[in-house]
């Protein structure tokens, strides 16, 4: 099993760009979640799901669009790129919530 | 407002020490209480606490929950250079384990 598989790993966008980070999970899970991660913040929560079909929003979910039409995938949109969005990005999964979140290796953006 | 707070924010020891991180919290409709252990890249799952009073083991690593006081500590003991890492505490709301709000984490560095 591949686990929880992020791609880009960097990336770097001008201001006003928009981009798709993609996130990919074969381990059947149905909750699947996008954190960023910013020096001296933690993990902060943009979007989360619960399943295909249905997803809600976290601690900070403006600038940010999710789509979850498939277990497997939960793609995280960037819809103009501003440069308060610097961060990295880490997408985590879990089967039900019972045995805490499986996260992948994040992606790293800048935007100057 | 969903709020995990961790102390220290940095910790330094020497190999072999015995540190205890801790980890309040306030969210609504509390579930769960997680710990987690961030090196280079993503978070690595260590535990999980629902239960007030039961401690969690696993090797060298403890932790207890306090719902009633509204804490979490979790202990190292016979510290090792490979400890080092940033310890992530969250914990879980709404009454569900899927939505997790995390505390900034502590930076732990053991020196030989």
């Known amino acids: 099993n591949a686990g929880v598989t992020q791609t880009p790993k960097f990336q770097v966008l001008k201001t006003g760009q928009s981009m798709t980070l993609q996130c990919a999970q074969d381990?059947?899970?149905?909750?699947m979640s996008w954190y960023r991660q910013d020096p001296g913040m933690g993990l902060r929560l943009i979007h989360y799901?619960?399943?295909?079909?249905?997803?809600d929003q976290g601690e900070v979910p403006n600038g940010y669009n999710v789509s979850r039409s498939t277990t497997e995938d939960f793609p995280l949109r960037l819809l103009s790129a501003a440069p308060s969005q610097t961060s990295v990005y880490f997408c985590?999964?879990?089967?039900?919530?019972?045995?805490?979140?499986?996260f992948g290796s994040g992606t790293r953006l800048t935007v100057v | 407002e969903d709020k995990v707070v961790q102390s220290p924010l940095s910790l330094v020891v020497h190999e072999g020490d015995t540190v205890t991180l801790n980890c309040s919290y306030e969210?609504?409709?509390?579930?769960?209480l997680l710990w987690y252990k961030q090196e280079k890249k993503a978070p690595t799952f260590l535990f999980m606490l629902?239960?007030?009073?039961i401690e969690k083991k696993s090797g060298r690593l403890s932790s207890i929950l306090d719902k009633k006081e509204l804490f979490s500590i979790l202990n190292i003991t016979a510290t090792q250079t490979g400890d080092s890492a940033v310890y992530l505490c969250?914990?879980?709301?709404?009454?569900?384990?899927?939505?997790?709000?995390f505390g900034k984490g502590t930076l732990l560095t053991v020196n030989p």
């Open positions: 969210v609504t409709n509390f579930r769960s």
């Open positions: 985590a999964s879990s089967r039900t919530g019972l045995y805490g979140y499986t």
């Open positions: 381990m059947n899970h149905e909750y």
């Open positions: 969250a914990a879980s709301s709404g009454g569900s384990n899927y939505k997790l709000t």
């Open positions: 629902t239960s007030s009073g």
């Open positions: 799901s619960v399943g295909a079909g249905i997803t």
